[in-house]
């Protein structure tokens, strides 16, 4: 009788040990962390008009930036704070990059207002 006793809580010890190994492994796979997704990127082209240092809502988020109106009522903030090169004089353009949401959190003697603002911010660009 010890003999089938041992046995059998041998038998349930491997058999529990093994279930919870099965169930580990399988959160483990499934808890994988995903990629980010690589923002989308999208091309715009239209009138650009810089707003580079003019002090406007854009340049509490952006310190070099404008506005690009594409022909439609909505004129599109964009920015080029992430380029070494910027543009000139330029009143026709073609920009790609990717739209991002910026946070202002600003210091108290700053006349900027805490807030948020979505962007177009430029990757590359081209005159015309």
């Given at each position: 009788?010890?003999?089938v006793?041992?046995?059998?809580?041998l038998?349930s010890?491997?058999?529990?040990?093994?279930?919870?190994?099965?169930?580990?492994?399988?959160?483990?796979?499934?808890?994988?962390p995903?990629?980010?997704?690589?923002?989308?990127?999208e091309?715009?082209?239209?009138?650009?008009q810089?707003?580079?240092?003019?002090?406007?809502?854009?340049?509490?988020?952006?310190?070099?930036?404008?506005m690009?109106?594409?022909g439609g009522?909505?004129e599109?903030?964009?920015?080029f704070?992430?380029?070494?090169?910027k543009?000139?004089?330029?009143q026709?353009?073609?920009?790609?990059?990717?739209?991002?949401?910026?946070?202002?959190?600003p210091?108290e003697?700053?006349?900027?207002?805490?807030?948020?603002m979505?962007?177009?911010?430029?990757e590359?660009?081209?005159?015309?």
């Amino acid at each position: 009788m010890k003999q089938v006793l041992f046995s059998f809580l041998l038998l349930s010890t491997l058999l529990f040990a093994d279930y919870s190994m099965a169930q580990t492994t399988k959160t483990k796979s499934e808890a994988k962390p995903k990629a980010p997704k690589a923002p989308k990127k999208e091309t715009l082209t239209g009138t650009y008009q810089s707003k580079r240092g003019v002090m406007t809502p854009l340049s509490c988020y952006c310190s070099d930036g404008g506005m690009l109106s594409t022909g439609g009522e909505t004129e599109i903030k964009v920015c080029f704070d992430k380029l070494d090169k910027k543009p000139k004089d330029c009143q026709k353009i073609s920009v790609t990059g990717h739209y991002e949401t910026l946070a202002n959190d600003p210091e108290e003697t700053s006349p900027c207002p805490k807030g948020i603002m979505t962007v177009f911010v430029v990757e590359k660009f081209k005159c015309k």
